[in-house]
Nanobody, 120 residues
Framework: QVQLVESGGGLALPGGSLRLSCAAS????????MGWYRQAPGKQRELVAS??????NYADSVKGRFTISRDSVNNTATLQMNNLKPEDTAVYYC???????????????WGQGSQVTVSS
């Protein structure tokens, strides 16, 4: 069993910054990818950013503004969000692709979600 705990959501002004963190724990053999998806009211969940051991991927809407990083030793990931816009308002869900020690198979895990609100 793997748990993802998110922190760092909240309220920001347009142009401001927030930092999201996600910590994975449990029966982890390896984590091949971590990232965040977001879902705004009336919209589908979309990938915001993801990171593997050797690459990063960003949605076009956040390129140049958001930066994802990862601490593989501590199984944590951080999403630095700069120059926030009202359209960034959404619930942000941490995601991890994990090979677990209980079955030695790959599974997707999700955090509880963090509300990010950008408003003046």
């Amino acid at each position: 069993q793997v748990q993802l705990v998110e922190s760092g959501g909240g309220l920001a002004l347009p142009g401001g910054s927030l930092r999201l963190s996600c910590a994975a724990s449990g029966s982890i053999f390896s984590i091949n990818v971590m990232g965040w998806y977001r879902q705004a009211p009336g919209k589908q969940r979309e990938l915001v950013a993801s990171i593997t051991s050797d690459s990063t991927n960003y949605a076009d809407s956040v390129k140049g503004r958001f930066t994802i990083s990862r601490d593989s030793v501590n199984n944590t990931a951080t999403l630095q969000m700069n120059n926030l816009k009202p359209e960034d308002t959404a619930v942000y869900y941490c995601h991890a692709g994990v090979v677990v020690t209980t079955t030695w198979k790959f599974y997707d895990y999700w955090g509880q979600g963090s509300q990010v609100t950008v408003s003046s």
